[in-house]
């Protein structure tokens, strides 16, 4: 079992990564719940996972209340925001019980950010079952919903106290979504560490047909260096953590533009972000094309949007800086961008001029 702890003082939190951990969370929990029940907010794609979880938890002596969410983008909503609230309330969850996110991003953000403001804040643990959300949107604590005006503008940073990671529960996962995650993975590599970049054009294509060792490595990696930015800025205050919203500003607008819609994911929208994140950093003398380039070519090469064109979104380039403008990035009227000197080399840009974004964005379509 690998172990790591995610440094944040009183609130510091272990995340244990183990294939088969999920029929074992039972005894990771058990010490947690003390003799108290567990709420398990989920959706309808993991019930086998359900089952597993449970059957942990009954013969450690946890009982659990489940509910059951559609499942989508459409699930970050003010509507089931409200049913999983009152779900706990009805059960009379209170603040030192646990809430148990089983579920990809999706249910996480959600699950996380209705455990945040129940009674103001009750424990929670995360058990991620995509990759995306193995790598990335279990860790770190950002929760929230999506509203009509964008994407994750309404939440909270709330911590979960545990977060357990089985690889094996990914062999159920769909391709689509499989690759989705990979590129929240590769966007460690593209931040600050080419040497990973390079490990990820390498065993990219292992990992996506199933290769649980190489999956292991891209998890523990990618975990390691969120778990480092989270504990070194935890709330997105001095510029390290902004660095993990690489590819989000346009991959948000593309999103908002699909409507949250099964017709681009979110790691599908992050990977078409990555690249044009490259692909202006080039226009504007930042990297060199080359760089930009083979971006682009490791998207393809496994399956990803290497552009606008491939992402689906046909709109404006007005219209997408128009979503833009959403990005709680946005300070007095000026949007720092996440560009790149290099593969590896990212950095917060403060003097982007949306006009120029805007036309970049047009010479794209
Ligand atoms: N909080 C953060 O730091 C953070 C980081 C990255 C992404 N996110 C958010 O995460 C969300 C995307 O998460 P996601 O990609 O996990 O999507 P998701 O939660 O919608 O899951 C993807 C699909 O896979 C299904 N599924 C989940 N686990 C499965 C399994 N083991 N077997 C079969 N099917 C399974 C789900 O039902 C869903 O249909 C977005 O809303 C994004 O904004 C948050
Ligand atoms: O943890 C972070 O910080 C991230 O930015 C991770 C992103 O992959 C994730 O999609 C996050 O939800 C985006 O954050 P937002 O602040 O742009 O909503
Ligand atoms: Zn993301």
Not at 94 to 110: C, F, K, N, Q, Y
Not at 155 to 178: C, K, N, S, W, Y
Not at 242 to 256: P, V
Request: hydrophobic share 50%.
């Amino acid at each position: 079992m690998t172990t790591m702890i995610v440094e944040l003082g009183a609130r510091a939190y272990p995340i244990l990564i183990e294939p088969g951990l999920l029929a074992r969370a039972g005894d990771a929990i058990a010490p947690l719940a003390r003799g108290r029940r567990v709420a398990i907010v989920c959706d309808e794609n993991v019930a086998a996972h359900l089952t597993t979880l449970r059957a942990s938890l009954d013969a450690a002596g946890v009982a659990s209340e489940v509910l059951v969410l559609p499942p989508g983008e459409a699930t970050k909503s003010w509507s089931q925001l409200q049913a999983v609230c009152d779900f706990l309330l009805d059960l009379g969850i209170e603040r030192t019980d646990h809430v148990i996110a089983l579920g990809g991003g999706v249910i996480g953000d959600l699950v996380g950010f209705g455990a945040a403001i129940l009674k103001r804040g009750c424990r929670f643990i995360q058990i991620p079952t995509t990759l995306l959300a193995q790598v990335d949107s279990s860790v770190g604590g950002k929760t929230a919903i999506n509203t009509r005006a964008g994407k994750n503008l309404i939440g909270a940073f709330h911590q979960p106290v545990l977060v357990l990671i089985d690889p094996t529960v990914l062999d159920t996962l769909p391709a689509r979504e499989l690759r989705a995650g990979y590129a929240e993975v590769v966007k460690y590599g593209l931040i600050d560490d080419p040497e990973f970049f390079v490990w990820c054009e390498a065993n990219g294509a292992a990992l996506l047909a199933g290769e649980l060792a190489a999956r292991t490595v891209a998890i523990g990696h990618a975990v390691a260096a969120k778990a480092r930015i989270v504990a070194a800025d935890e709330h997105e205050t001095t510029g390290q953590r902004a660095l993990l919203n690489l590819g989000h500003t346009f991959g948000h607008a593309l999103e908002a533009e699909a409507h949250y819609s099964g017709r681009l994911i979110h790691g599908e929208a992050v990977a078409a972000g990555c690249a044009l994140a490259f692909a202006y950093s080039a226009r504007v003398g930042l990297c060199t094309q080359a760089d930009a380039d083979r971006v682009a070519a490791h998207w393809r090469a496994t399956g990803l949007p290497d552009s606008l064109a491939a992402s689906g979104i046909a709109a404006s380039g007005a219209r997408l800086v128009d979503h833009m403008r959403h990005d709680k990035k946005m300070a007095a009227g000026t949007l720092p961008f996440l560009l790149a000197r290099g593969i590896g080399r990212t950095f917060l840009d403060k003097t982007v001029d949306l006009a120029d974004v805007e036309a970049f964005l047009d010479d794209q379509r």
